[in-house]
């Protein structure tokens, strides 16, 4: 007990040191007071949508929408970097320039294991991109491949390799389908809200097999489709295609929304079917947040690792050219595993923060072992000073449907967000509308809503904060909520306060993160 006192003790004092020290530059001299420290950015400019994301040799690649001219969107090429455990990122120089006047739309990458396309060398599979050629009123689909691990691509003198002569047909993504022996294309005909599905043998020649759509939110454009087996916890696997959309997303604007069903190489059946026949069922969102746009998975992750991990374009189309960071714009989320659960109300999509994540946190977390609400809002306000990175646990119990709490980030006197758990409501808020900075754009300042599951009276939630942004996993990963903030530099603390009945707290643990 002393001896974690004495320990707790010194871990305080050195990270009000470090602290301390981190707020005078950031004060005096920092120029980059938002830039994330362990989620991805462009060195500078503009970045959109994740693309051609696949493992290969031992390396995550990730390509984005890139702007190598300017801060806002324009001259759309493939931006590049490579990461070995998914939170420490390499940049690479550009990878598919805008070139004839046709940019490079979003799309995706595979491992040619079978060297289907003819592009491998010396016995060693191709990287093949496929991505969309845009010009104005005509997009298509083209391909690229490496055989130097990514480090160099070559756009083939075939492009395009499928054209239905389409203004809004666009972000191809491809993956092996095992059962067919055949490549599969998801592709969005983004103005009519459709996916449609493509075949090929060689990566070369595609041919229509069939179509989804519409269904779910149909308010918006839809863009970056993705489709791919997924584990059921407990047992059990089902199909998910994901259908991001703008807008008409949760939060307004951008969301990315989800299907759960059976594909059988042609067909996507939404399972279970809506309950009255004619009658949509409502929408599924992945994230509830404002800030998660162009959800894709990774390709080729080994067998033996058997995750299925993705990241979003954490930003939305609403205010994304106005944010107020200088000289790059936009980051990326954090990397997330997938994984369906069985609730009461049916399979919903889990996502929780990959594992590599733990490697950042420090040494010794801050602890509040549990107790009543009033003694853990003492221990908060006892850990001043926190940093801008923090990785955070928070277990609540005895909720009920008198229990109205909210934890609030302070970044200042009159500066806080607040994540609020409506008991009644079965709600998660996050209200970021005293968050720092929000004068860039009207739609910024809001409240955005999620429901959260409870049951047996306990929330469960696990917050991520780096300088400029809050994803929110609460309930183990059923409820997201991603969101941007741009607080004021300074030491941060956090509070907890109460409206009606408070529950209990049954543990609270703060790590600082590396
Ligand atoms: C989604 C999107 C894609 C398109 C890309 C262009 O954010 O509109 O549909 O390929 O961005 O940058």
């Known amino acids: 007990m002393r001896l974690f006192l004495v320990s707790r003790l010194l871990f305080t004092l050195a990270c009000g040191a470090f602290v301390g020290r981190l707020d005078a530059q950031a004060v005096q001299s920092t120029p980059e007071p938002w830039r994330p420290q362990f989620h991805f950015t462009p060195a500078r400019n503009w970045m959109n949508d994740p693309n051609g994301m696949v493992y290969y040799e031992g390396e995550y690649h990730l390509f984005y929408q890139f702007n190598p001219f300017g801060d806002k969107w324009g001259h759309m090429s493939w931006g590049h970097a490579v990461s070995r455990d998914l939170v420490h990122w390499e940049h690479l120089p550009l990878a598919l320039p805008e070139e004839d006047g046709i940019m490079i739309f979003s799309g995706s990458a595979v491992v040619d294991w079978q060297n289907t396309s003819g592009f491998g060398k010396d016995g060693k599979p191709p990287l093949v991109a496929i991505y969309t050629g845009h010009r104005e009123g005509r997009q298509d689909q083209r391909i690229a491949f490496s055989t130097d691990r990514g480090r ?36 969005a005909l983004a103005a009519e809200k459709k996916v449609h599905f493509y075949a090929s043998t060689n990566l070369k020649g595609w041919r229509y097999v069939g179509e989804f759509g519409p269904s779910g939110a149909v308010d918006g454009l839809w863009e970056c489709p993705d489709l791919f087996p997924l584990s059921v916890e407990g047992g059990g696997e089902k199909w998910v295609l994901i259908v991001n959309l703008n807008p008409g997303g949760p939060a307004g604007g951008s969301g990315c929304q989800y299907f759960i069903g059976d594909f059988d190489g042609s067909r996507f059946v939404v399972d279970p079917p809506a309950p009255t026949p004619g009658v949509a069922a409502a929408p599924r969102w992945a994230d509830h947040g404002a800030d998660f746009y162009a959800g894709v998975t990774w390709s080729d992750i080994p067998k033996s690792d058997g995750r299925r991990i993705w990241l979003g374009w954490m930003s939305n189309w609403q205010y994304a050219q106005d944010v107020p960071t200088s000289p790059w714009r936009s980051a990326m989320t954090i990397p997330r595993e997938l994984s369906l659960r069985r609730t009461a109300d049916g399979l919903r999509l889990v996502q929780k923060p990959v594992d590599e994540m733990l490697t950042l946190r420090g040494a010794t977390p801050l602890r509040f072992p549990g107790g009543t609400f009033a003694a853990a809002a003492e221990w908060l306000l006892e850990q ?19 229990s109205t709490f909210t934890l609030r980030l302070q970044t200042g006197p009159e500066e806080s967000t607040a994540i609020v758990v409506d008991g009644a409501r079965a709600r998660l808020i996050v209200d970021r509308t005293h968050s720092g900075k929000m004068d860039f754009h009207a739609k910024f300042a809001a409240r955005h809503e999620a ?10 939630l696990r917050l991520i904060v780096d300088t400029s942004s809050m994803e929110v996993f609460a309930q183990d990963g059923e409820t997201v909520v991603t969101e941007l903030l741009f607080p004021s530099a300074g030491p941060r603390t956090l509070g907890l306060a109460k409206e009606g009945e408070a529950p209990l707290v049954g543990g609270i643990t703060l790590h600082t993160l590396r």
Not at 384 to 402: S, T
């Open 152 to 187: 160099t691509w070559t756009k083939y003198p075939g492009n395009p390799v499928l054209d239905v002569k389409m203004a809004d047909f666009r972000d191809p993504k491809v993956f092996w389908h095992q059962a067919s022996s055949r490549w599969l294309m998801t592709v």
């Open 384 to 402: 001043k000073g926190l940093p801008p990175q923090l990785d955070m646990e928070l277990v609540f119990a005895g909720i009920n449907a008198r």
């Open 451 to 460: 429901p959260l599951r409870i049951t047996g009276g306990r929330v469960i």
